[in-house]
């Protein structure tokens, strides 16, 4: 028998939002895991206190913040839209279903200027923290990676430009070890950061003012600069169409907690970033044992920074950039106690200089390789010259590359697809950070953070609502085994 249902648009009902709330829905458990009067604590200092109309709650933004990065909302705009008709948002920024929400103005002028770079650090840390605090935390294996999030900006409109190129971190540590192999080899040492010793030139009528521009501009690189986000970075790898975006430097634990983040332009590489994050997840953590890397970390610098702080680097074979239709690199055996190099032929390179780039050369005599006849698949040099090339901290290279072998790092290489690779699917596929509709450096690293942030607490809750719930389930199950074993002692009366 059909039956149409009545339409009953009009009606009028009243309803309990906390009944129609379901018991074990995620913002739910979100509510009951961790205590949001802790915001007022950190955004205090950014009202007036008697002084200025009454604000909209800052726990009430916080939430409509994170109720986006929980849902992969894409914009604030879009989010209020979904807020104003979801009961369960409504029931979790405790408004009722009649009252009017926060403008969708004021959510994004409180998201630029409340929400600031150090406030979006403490509720991040604040988060961990609670993690930590419920003994969800294990970091002495950390994961490093990076994934790029593309940028808000139009790839035709472009500029190149020259920009100084970027001194790196450890370069006075690099020019110490230099000139110090350089003096044990017999060579004169570097000195203000020049290049090695040039022979005499002829004299050159350009005047002063002139050679130093020169000079200046030698030292700038060109890049491609945004006109729409110059702070974002030119970005193409592989098979990935070119485009510009940022790219967010993570660190996560074996539970897949995101420990810290470094944002940076699409175009810095993961090594340059790496000592930002590891400084900053060093000094929050500093039982960390294991740093687990992939390749692009696998870099003398790096590795020396880690086995020297007494820590290990677990990464993976890192596939030498030789020409293809050369001999392989590992047919040039280095003599450690000769400090030399034989080719496959079974001559000698010997040593020439230290580059100012840290490594050592190895040269051979002309004369014999004029008339060897594995020639051209050795060298193309018209002077018929071998070089090879050792940096001054390969030894360390070496060292994580023995350790790749052990057992227990290669079991948790294999955890990389479960954690930091994990993290950033989720966070793509699942929380919208595929691509940012933000602009500038500074308010994309507080998306990221508070993208982060989300996740964790999530997590968080998650693990939490579960651990509560298995631990009544077990206290009813003692209760009922006890009482049985009890009723088995005692006699039975017929």
């Known amino acids: 028998m059909l039956e149409r249902e009545k339409l009953r648009r009009d009606a009028v009902e009243f309803v309990n939002t906390d009944e129609m709330m379901p018991q074990d829905h995620l913002l739910r458990k979100i509510d009951a895991a961790v205590d949001f009067d802790h915001l007022y604590d950190f955004v205090g200092s950014l009202y007036c206190e008697d002084n200025g109309r009454p604000s909209v709650d800052p726990v009430v933004l916080f939430k409509i913040v994170l109720i ?176 510009f975006a940022y790219e967010a430097h993570t660190a996560c634990d074996k539970h897949n907690f995101i420990l810290d983040v470094e944002v940076t332009p699409g175009n810095v590489h993961d090594s340059v970033a790496f000592d930002e994050v590891y400084d900053h997840v060093t000094e929050k953590f500093p039982e960390i044992e294991t740093v687990v890397a992939d390749a692009a970390y696998k870099t003398p610098h790096i590795c020396k920074r880690v086995f020297d702080d007494g820590r290990v680097l677990s990464t993976a074979y890192k596939r030498p950039m030789t020409k293809a239709g050369n001999l392989e690199w590992w047919k040039y055996v280095y003599d450690e106690y000769y400090d030399c190099v034989i080719c496959p032929e079974y001559q000698v390179l010997h040593y020439a200089t230290t580059n100012r780039e840290g490594y050592r050369e190895y040269k051979s005599r002309s004369y014999i390789c004029e008339k060897c006849p594995s020639r051209s698949q050795c060298t193309d040099s018209k002077n018929c010259t071998k070089t090879v090339t050792r940096h001054v901290w390969q030894n360390y290279v070496e060292l994580a590359e023995d350790i790749r072998h052990t057992p227990k790092y290669k079991e948790l290489y294999r955890k990389r697809k479960e954690t930091i690779e994990r993290v950033f699917a989720d966070a793509k596929v699942k929380y919208g950070m595929r691509y940012t509709l933000y602009r500038g450096l500074t308010q994309v690293t507080n998306w990221v953070k508070l993208k982060f942030a989300a996740m964790n607490l999530k997590k968080l809750a998650m693990w939490k609502w579960r651990d509560r719930h298995s631990s009544g389930f077990m206290l009813i199950f003692h209760f009922l085994f006890s009482l049985h074993a009890n009723c088995k002692k005692s006699p039975s009366f017929a």
């Open 68 to 243: 986006q990065h929980l849902y992969g909302i894409p914009s604030l705009r879009r989010t209020m839209q979904e807020i104003n008709l979801n009961i369960a948002y409504r029931w979790f920024l405790g408004y009722t279903l009649n009252e009017e929400l926060p403008h969708f103005s004021t959510v994004s002028y409180n998201f630029k200027h409340r929400f600031t770079e150090e406030t979006v650090e403490q509720v991040f840390s604040w988060i961990l923290e609670e993690a930590n605090g419920a003994g969800y935390l294990e970091p002495e294996a950390v994961f490093v990676d990076g994934t790029h999030i593309k940028a808000n900006a139009n790839i035709n409109k472009k500029i190149r430009t020259a920009v100084p190129q970027a001194a790196k971190r450890y370069a006075s540590e690099l020019m110490e070890e230099i000139n110090s192999d350089r003096e044990a080899h017999g060579k004169k040492p570097f000195e203000n950061g020049d290049d090695s010793p040039k022979p005499k030139k002829k004299r050159d009528n350009t005047s002063k003012k002139k050679l130093a521009r020169r000079k200046k501009e030698a030292k700038k690189r060109q890049i491609t600069v945004s006109k729409t986000d110059p702070e974002s970075g030119l970005f193409q790898k592989g098979e990935h169409k070119k485009c």
